[in-house]
C-alpha cells in the first residue's frame, strides 16, 4: 500500500469491499504519521479508531525514523 492509496480508501475515492483493507489503509496513515498532517477529520478518525482497537500505536525505536511511502 502507498500513501495516496491509503487516502484513497479512507476517504472513500478509492473502494474496497473488505474491512481489512480499509482498516489496514488506516493502520498504514498512522504508522507512516501521515494521518497527523492531512486535514484534522483524519486525525480525529484515528484518534476514534485508536479508542475502539481497531488499529493501534505502535513504538517505534528512537533510532527508526517514520518512513513515508508514496
Known amino acids: 500500500m502507498n500513501a495516496m492509496e491509503a ?15 480499509y482498516v489496514e489503509a488506516w493502520q498504514f496513515l498512522l504508522d ?3 494521518v497527523w ?12 479508531m485508536i479508542e475502539a482497537g481497531q488499529i493501534i500505536v505502535k513504538e517505534v525505536g528512537e533510532d527508526e525514523p517514520a518512513q513515508v511511502i508514496l
Do not use: N
Open 7 to 21: 487516502i484513497g480508501i479512507a476517504e472513500g475515492f478509492i473502494e474496497t469491499d473488505s474491512e481489512e483493507r
Open 32 to 34: 507512516t504519521g501521515l
Open 37 to 48: 498532517s492531512l486535514q484534522g477529520w483524519f486525525g480525529r478518525t484515528a484518534v476514534s
